[in-house]
């Protein structure tokens, strides 16, 4: 799996979409979840989602302002995330695993993204 991801810089408050998209095999077979780390901190679990989407996972600190979604026609899974903070900067990666239910371990996950900077300015 491949997984390309896109992000940015964005004002506190504002909002982003990260997407993730895979080739080379179908997405549809694998549980996705997004996971971050901050600078000088260590990866922390943000997102998950099953397989067919309907069941879905939130870390706390991302609770209510954060939404994942996932379409396998595309192979391409989103997280969109509103009301950012600046504590929500850090390098995103999104993560796929042969699981049929949801994870929030990241040793469940057997592939991973490159990760992408998200930036957001106060």
């Known amino acids: 799996v491949q997984l390309r991801r896109w992000g940015g810089l964005v004002q506190a408050g504002g909002s982003l979409r990260l997407s993730c998209a895979a080739s080379g095999r179908t997405l549809g077979n694998y549980a996705m979840g997004w996971f971050r780390q901050a600078p000088g901190k260590e990866r922390e679990f943000a997102a998950a989602v099953n397989t067919r989407g309907d069941r879905k996972s939130y870390a706390d600190s991302v609770m209510g302002r954060v939404a994942v979604s996932r379409d396998n026609a595309k192979d391409t899974v989103y997280l969109q995330m509103n009301s950012l903070k600046p504590e929500d900067t850090a390098v995103y990666y999104c993560?796929?695993?042969?699981?049929?239910?949801?994870?929030?371990?990241?040793?469940?996950?057997?592939?991973w993204g490159q990760g992408t900077l998200v930036t957001v300015s106060s």
């Open positions: 993560a796929a695993a042969q699981f049929p239910g949801i994870t929030r371990i990241p040793t469940s996950y057997g592939y």
